[in-house]
């Protein structure tokens, strides 16, 4: 059975650590604290700072037995040595196609034919485009083997976010895109499609009325990206036309994004009051407070969370349940604590660096602990929604009780 990628990138975002604050300096913005976190120059070190590694550097380009590695390799591989040094997870170097990557994921947004890449069990690359993307229109299928990208054969190791990067460009009024050939499993039939890149739209979230609880909406929130918040109000005011009566807010396996942006998710649901703490050792202490206003302060809301829910979520998870605004359903939350600023490099690369930490509005820190739920829940072995059950549950008591 193929494993979908993006029904396994939380884990991976969890262990990078997707709760970041401002992509600067290099033209792309994501963030965990503030969006107007004003770009850092970085101070040239002289070479007295590093006379040792460059010492090293010389001896090994004046008499290393084989040829050497690109002058990037070398030097990604200093900077990772760098970074390791400090003994936080979340302080980590980026490539340039998994910068452009992440810097595409958090925007929410991209130019390119719409696929994602996947890897199957068998090792092929093999496309899955989404429905009326540019790929999708031109007759890309399900599951179409990608065999060569402008002509030129591909290499079914080559990396994925490579590959991803192939399948996305800037947007011209000239329609320029991509060449791809791809095959379908099981045939020997190739065909070739020339795709314009068109402006791709990442959806953040889902939402619907419930079938079993016709009078309750739901919302699921995969990520906390720049379209976030207007995709939220968007849903409750969706919802509210089917006349809900209350919200059920399901967080399970979001491993975080845009802190900003989930300051103001947060907000939606709450009439005033702190929502996040943020602890730094060069700007001291700050509290996110929320601006009266938000358009579902009146909608009882359950949230949902589990061991996959970390960082951005968390902090909504947090703000919720310390302002006595949601009732909390499920698994301890990952427990990430920490805020990063990411800094884009002049080649593409990125850099993250864990600049705060953070704690809920009662004060609560969770990096390394997370945030227990009010109602534990255990996941149900045999694949029932078991903490929607619940939830569903309890909103209509909390309704009867109103």
């Known amino acids: 059975m193929e494993q979908r990628e993006h029904t396994r990138l939380w884990w991976n975002q969890l262990w990078r650590g997707i709760v970041i604050v401002a992509l600067v300096s290099g033209g792309f913005l994501a963030g965990f604290i503030a969006r107007g976190h004003e770009s850092a120059t970085a101070q040239e070190s002289g070479d007295s700072e590093f006379k040792i590694l460059n010492q090293v550097d010389q001896l090994v380009r004046d008499n290393f037995v ?4 690109p002058d990037n390799t070398l030097e990604y591989a200093a900077i990772r040595g760098y970074l390791a040094s400090l003994n936080d997870n979340y ?15 958090l925007a929410g947004r991209y130019g390119g034919i719409g696929v994602d890449v996947v890897r199957n069990e068998a090792g092929m690359i093999v496309l ?21 990208v402008n002509d ?3 290499d079914p190791n080559e990396r994925l976010d490579v590959v991803r990067q192939m399948t996305r460009g800037e947007i011209t009024e000239e329609g320029v ?18 795709i314009p890149f068109e ?11 419930l079938a079993e609880a016709p009078e309750l909406g739901y919302i699921q929130i995969k990520s906390f990206t720049s379209l976030t918040p207007e995709e939220v109000e968007n849903a409750i005011a969706d919802l509210r036309t089917k006349n809900i009566t209350g919200l059920i807010l399901d967080l399970r396996f979001n491993s975080g994004g845009l802190l900003q942006e989930s300051i103001d998710v947060a907000g939606e649901f709450l009439n005033g009051g702190t929502i996040v703490i943020e602890q730094s050792r060069t700007t001291g202490e700050m509290v996110h407070e929320d601006t009266p206003g938000g358009v579902a302060t009146d909608l009882p809301t359950i949230v949902l969370v589990n061991g996959g829910t970390a960082s951005a979520a968390e902090v909504v998870a947090g703000a919720l349940q310390d302002n006595g605004r949601a009732i909390i359903i499920g698994q301890r939350t990952f427990g990430k604590g920490s805020v990063q600023f990411i800094f884009g490099l002049e080649d593409g690369s990125s850099v993250h660096i864990t600049a ?19 109602i534990e829940m255990i996941p149900d072995q045999n694949g029932r929604d078991v903490e929607l059950g619940e939830a569903i549950r309890q909103l209509r008591q909390m309704l009867a009780n109103s």
Do not use: C, H, K
Not at 177 to 194: H, K, S
């Open 91 to 105: 302080t980590f170097f980026n490539d340039p196609p998994v910068a452009s990557s992440e810097s595409d994921a």
């Open 199 to 209: 402006e791709i739209i990442i959806p953040s979230i889902a939402w619907r009325v």
């Open 356 to 374: 705060s930490l953070w704690l809920t509005p009662s004060r609560t820190p969770l990096d390394g602990v997370g945030l227990m739920p009010n």
């Open 177 to 194: 895109g991509v060449r791809i050939t791809v095959q379908q499993p099981n045939t020997t039939e190739t065909r070739t499609y020339d």
């Open 66 to 69: 084989r040829e050497l590695p």
């Open 152 to 154: 030129q054969p591909l």
């Open 128 to 148: 899955y485009p989404y429905p009326d993307s540019p790929a999708a229109r031109a007759g890309v299928l399900e599951g179409d083997i990608l065999l060569a």
